[in-house]
């Protein structure tokens, strides 16, 4: 399996950005899907993660009610909806996936990753 994410770019403060990741390979049936993002100054954060059987999602507090995560199973897609973006979402977003059960709350949890795709947000 592998992970193409894309739909990164330079946006202003307040603009709108939506991430998608695209997953390929003979058989995509994973436990859970997530975003991460990652800057030299915070490493690697948690954004979102969900189950891929029931949807069930988790967020950080940093972006409870500004981002949305979707999927589409039938296509193995993943998506972020970011709005009201602000300068400290710029980082790089990494999808990911894990094929076993058990937590979807840290990096080190998934075994699968996409290259990321850069986010830039302007003030």
């Known amino acids: 399996v592998q992970l193409q994410a894309s739909g990164g770019g330079l946006v202003q403060t307040g603009d709108s950005l939506r991430l998608s990741c695209a997953a390929s390979g003979p058989t995509f049936n994973p436990h859970g899907v997530a975003w991460f993002r990652q800057t030299p100054q915070r490493g690697r954060e948690l954004v979102t993660a969900?189950?891929?059987?029931?949807?069930?999602?988790t967020y950080a507090e940093f972006v409870k009610g500004r981002f949305t995560v979707s999927v589409d199973s039938a296509s193995n897609m993943i998506y972020l909806q970011m709005n009201d973006l602000k300068p400290e979402d710029s980082a790089v977003y990494l999808c990911?996936?894990?094929?076993?059960?058990?937590?979807?709350?840290?990096?080190?949890?998934?075994?699968?990753w996409g290259q990321g795709t850069l986010v830039t947000v302007s003030s």
């Open positions: 969900v189950r891929w059987k029931d949807g069930k999602t």
């Open positions: 990911a996936a894990r094929r076993d059960s058990g937590s979807l709350y840290y990096s080190g949890a998934f075994d699968t």
